[in-house]
Structures are given as C-alpha cells and as structure tokens.
C-alpha cells in the first residue's frame, strides 16, 4: 500500500466532477486500500477519489470509534433523502484547519457497489450520513466551503494559499 496525496483547496482539480467506475478489478481495489491507508494516516473519516486526482467515482468511509471498519462506496447514488436536516460542524482533508457549519439531511438511503463489485443498498444517520454526503459533494466537484458564504470563503482560500507558499520556501 501507498500513501497518496491529497488535493489541497483551491487547487482546481477538486473540481472535477468524476467519471462513474467502469470496472472493479485488482487495480481499483489497490486504490482503495491506498486510500483508505491515506485517509487513516491523515486521521480522517472519508477520502473521495477526487481528493487524491482520480476522477473515479469512488469513496472511502471510516466513521468507527476503533478505526477499523472501512466501507467503500463505488458509484454511490443518493436514492432518497430526508427533509429534516442538521447543522454539522464539517471538515475536510483538502481543506486542512477548517472546520465551519454546513446543513445535511439527517437520513439519507443510498445504494453503491463495494470493493468486490458486489450491489448494496444502505440507509446512513447521523455521523455516516453526514460523511457520506460531504464526500458525494466531492465527486460532484464541490468542496464543503462552497457552502460558506463567499467572504468566508475568500478569507479560508487566502488563508490556504498563503500557507502552501509558506510551506515551498
């Protein structure tokens, strides 16, 4: 396994809206566990595949207090959504420091393949549905802090930028 990097915002890449998975073979199944090794050493919850420059539409989730339940969602599609929803404190790997409110859906039902390839349909609350929205955000090619307001927004991709050049000298 490999760890990879992680796309960090503005970088435009994170816009990319991903292509659906065509094929679940070894190769795709190396990703995956590249990614779930990448979003554990980043200690997050979830990593897109976009977040990494693959435009796959392909996630990994972790949201367990023992940090070893992986779940892969490949293809994931929100089936149906609740209309009561919650205000969550996010955060994002590609976003690293920045943590601000955004609403989602308290429940959502989604169906997706796993790493085998292999149909599934779930129904996710709380902490998972929160995850797995922000992480379909990605493969939609929207970063949570689009859900900011544009100043805040201003200010955290200024913020970013001024640290990734700090970081190069």
Not at 19 to 30: F, W, Y
Not at 124 to 145: P, R, T
């Amino acid at each position: 396994m490999a760890l990879l990097t992680i796309l960090c915002y503005p970088d435009p890449r994170l816009h990319t809206v991903a292509e659906p998975v065509a094929q679940v073979d070894d190769s795709l199944r190396t990703l995956i566990d590249d990614m779930i090794e990448t979003m554990y050493d980043s200690n997050g919850v979830g990593l897109a595949a976009t977040q990494v420059n693959v435009h796959q539409r392909l996630v990994v989730i972790d949201v367990s207090e023992t940090r070893d339940q992986p779940m892969t969602l490949i293809n994931p599609e929100i089936e149906w959504a609740s209309d009561e929803s919650h205000t969550n404190e996010e955060g994002c790997l590609s976003v690293p420091g920045v943590y601000d409110q955004v609403e989602r859906a308290d429940l959502i039902r989604i169906k997706a393949l796993d790493r085998n390839g292999k149909s599934f349909k779930l129904e996710a609350e709380g902490m998972l549905s929160v995850c797995i929205q922000h992480e379909m955000d990605h493969l939609m090619g929207k970063v949570f802090v689009e859900y900011l307001s544009p100043l805040k927004r201003n200010r955290i991709r200024t913020k970013l930028l001024k640290s990734q050049r700090e970081s190069i000298r």
